[in-house]
C-alpha cells in the first residue's frame, strides 16, 4: 500500500505560480512512478504530469507542457508540481497518483493509489 497526501493548492492569480506537493509513505520501491491528475467541475479526470522513480523521465499533458515542471525529492518520497503561467483553465481539484506499471500513464485506472484531492483555483 501507499499513502498519498497533497499539499500547496489554494487560490492564484492569472499568470502566478504555484507549487503542489505530494507526501508519499508506505511500499515505495524503484518501480514507482508519481504524477498528478486533475478534475474540474463536469469534466472527467484527467492526466497532467508523471515522473518515475529516478526523477529523470517525465511526462506532461499537451495542455501543460511548458509551463509546469514535475520534481520528485532525492529521498523519492516528495513529488513536487511546479504550476507556473497559470491559466483559469487549470481551477481544478489536483490529485496525486501513484503505480508501479502501466501500460498507458495518460490513464487513470493504471494507478492504483491516490491522494485526497486539493483545490486548485485560478482567477482571471
Known amino acids: 500500500q501507499v499513502q498519498l497526501v497533497e499539499s500547496g493548492g489554494g487560490l492564484v492569480q492569472a499568470g502566478g505560480s504555484l507549487r503542489l506537493s505530494c507526501a508519499a509513505s508506505g511500499r515505495i520501491g524503484v518501480e514507482n512512478q508519481m504524477g498528478w491528475f486533475r478534475q474540474a467541475p463536469g469534466k472527467e479526470r484527467e492526466f497532467v504530469s508523471l515522473?518515475?522513480?529516478?526523477?529523470?523521465?517525465?511526462f506532461y499533458a499537451a495542455s501543460v507542457e511548458g509551463r509546469f515542471a514535475i520534481s520528485r525529492s532525492p529521498a523519492k518520497n516528495t513529488v513536487y508540481l511546479e504550476m507556473n503561467s497559470v491559466k483559469p483553465e487549470d481551477t481544478a481539484v489536483y490529485y496525486c497518483?501513484?503505480?508501479?506499471?502501466?501500460?498507458?500513464?495518460?490513464?487513470?485506472?493504471?494507478?492504483?493509489?491516490w491522494g485526497q484531492g486539493i483545490q486548485v483555483t485560478v482567477s482571471s
Open positions: 515522473v518515475d522513480w529516478s526523477g529523470e523521465s517525465k
Open positions: 497518483a501513484s503505480t508501479n506499471s502501466y501500460r498507458d500513464y495518460r490513464v487513470a485506472s493504471e494507478y492504483p493509489f
